[in-house]
């Protein structure tokens, strides 16, 4: 392993003009579960990291106001799965962390880290995107804000450029009577990436039993977290039934973009999807009700 700088700037204007100094040589680390696996493996080699742990600004906070919530970048998935209000108002996203690695990874791991890493694995970005979150962005020109799902533009690769920073992700307000579910679905039950991940959210009508809105979230089924907006849009407006089900999933199978890779063959994946679409559409439903 290469020998590196490791800066500790305290504020966030000071992160970025070192890392404005330091160019393609540096590499921000929040917790480093990602980093520090790319430089031993020799995948990246930078001369200087740049903590974000030190940080006045903090970056750390939980916040449920009106509706709205707020995650600063560096939350932990630990701090995430521990937060009562996110098991009470948000379980779809307890699902996704709460089984990401182990507890020691979610310890440090980092919210942040795993949106900006960017893999289509991502178990943070899925359900997130199902969210309809917005990141917030700091970098030399200032601020700027856009949609989790326009962020994303290839594996391991976002709109984010090279001095930015991410700060918070922010989830708006959803509508009444409003569920949502993840999957993670591996071969092991701990520490193992997922062969695909299903994220579906469902609001009802007063009647309990029509859908308003539906938001379908899909993971390593295309070089991107993904949604599936033909299934979204067989669910929107209707009675929610077995047969409009099935014709989501379907749905669902046929947009995304699944291929072969050691953790699973194209056409299981396409299979599970349709399952598990349903799946999480009834748990999504039941916890809507
Ligand atoms: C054993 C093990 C098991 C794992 N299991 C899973 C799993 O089940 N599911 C899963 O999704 N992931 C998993 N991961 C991957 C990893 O833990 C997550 O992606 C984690 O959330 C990354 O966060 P971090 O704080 O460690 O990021 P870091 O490694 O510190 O950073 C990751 C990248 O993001 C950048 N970065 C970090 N924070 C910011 C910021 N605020 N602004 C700008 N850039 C930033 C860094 O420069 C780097 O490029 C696993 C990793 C390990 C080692």
Same mark, same amino acid.
């Given at each position: 392993m290469n020998k590196f700088d490791y800066l500790t700037p305290s504020s966030l204007d000071e992160a970025i003009s070192l890392c404005a100094s330091y160019g393609e040589r540096a590499r921000y680390i929040a917790g480093g579960t990602d980093v520090m696996v790319e430089i031993k493996e020799g995948k990246i080699s930078p001369q200087c990291l740049i903590s974000l742990?030190? $940080? =006045? /600004?903090? $970056?750390d906070h939980i916040v449920y106001e009106k509706g709205e919530l707020k995650i600063g970048a560096l939350v932990t998935h630990r701090m995430l799965e521990l937060s009562p209000v996110i098991r009470k108002e948000f379980p779809i996203l307890i699902d996704a962390v709460e089984n990401i690695g182990s507890v020691q990874i979610r310890n440090v791991a980092t919210i942040g880290g795993n949106i900006v890493n &960017?893999?289509?694995? +991502?178990?943070? &970005?899925i359900p997130l995107i199902t969210l309809g979150a917005h990141v917030r962005i700091r970098g030399p020109k200032g601020e700027r804000a856009m949609a989790l799902e326009d962020f994303f533009t290839g594996p391991r690769q976002t709109? $984010? /450029?090279? /001095? /930015?920073? $991410?700060?918070e992700l922010v989830i708006p307000k959803l509508p009444p009577r409003t569920g949502g579910a993840y999957w993670k679905h591996? =071969? =092991? +039950? +701990?520490?193992e990436l997922p062969i695909l991940g299903v994220a579906v959210q469902i609001s009802l009508g007063t009647d309990m039993q029509t859908c308003t809105e539906a938001r379908i979230g899909l993971g390593v089924l295309a070089p991107t977290p993904m949604r599936a907006k033909k299934a979204e849009a067989i669910l929107k407006g209707k009675k929610v039934d077995d047969e409009v089900l099935e014709k989501a999933g379907k749905a669902a199978a046929n947009e995304c973009k699944a291929r072969d890779s050691i953790r699973g063959k194209a056409w299981y994946r396409k299979d599970m999807v349709e399952v598990l679409v349903q799946r999480m559409a009834r748990v999504a439903m039941e916890r809507a009700r």
């Amino acid at each position: 392993m290469n020998k590196f700088d490791y800066l500790t700037p305290s504020s966030l204007d000071e992160a970025i003009s070192l890392c404005a100094s330091y160019g393609e040589r540096a590499r921000y680390i929040a917790g480093g579960t990602d980093v520090m696996v790319e430089i031993k493996e020799g995948k990246i080699s930078p001369q200087c990291l740049i903590s974000l742990r030190h $940080l =006045r /600004e903090g $970056l750390d906070h939980i916040v449920y106001e009106k509706g709205e919530l707020k995650i600063g970048a560096l939350v932990t998935h630990r701090m995430l799965e521990l937060s009562p209000v996110i098991r009470k108002e948000f379980p779809i996203l307890i699902d996704a962390v709460e089984n990401i690695g182990s507890v020691q990874i979610r310890n440090v791991a980092t919210i942040g880290g795993n949106i900006v890493n &960017a893999v289509p694995s +991502a178990d943070g &970005a899925i359900p997130l995107i199902t969210l309809g979150a917005h990141v917030r962005i700091r970098g030399p020109k200032g601020e700027r804000a856009m949609a989790l799902e326009d962020f994303f533009t290839g594996p391991r690769q976002t709109l $984010l /450029e090279r /001095e /930015e920073i $991410l700060l918070e992700l922010v989830i708006p307000k959803l509508p009444p009577r409003t569920g949502g579910a993840y999957w993670k679905h591996t =071969r =092991r +039950a +701990a520490m193992e990436l997922p062969i695909l991940g299903v994220a579906v959210q469902i609001s009802l009508g007063t009647d309990m039993q029509t859908c308003t809105e539906a938001r379908i979230g899909l993971g390593v089924l295309a070089p991107t977290p993904m949604r599936a907006k033909k299934a979204e849009a067989i669910l929107k407006g209707k009675k929610v039934d077995d047969e409009v089900l099935e014709k989501a999933g379907k749905a669902a199978a046929n947009e995304c973009k699944a291929r072969d890779s050691i953790r699973g063959k194209a056409w299981y994946r396409k299979d599970m999807v349709e399952v598990l679409v349903q799946r999480m559409a009834r748990v999504a439903m039941e916890r809507a009700r």
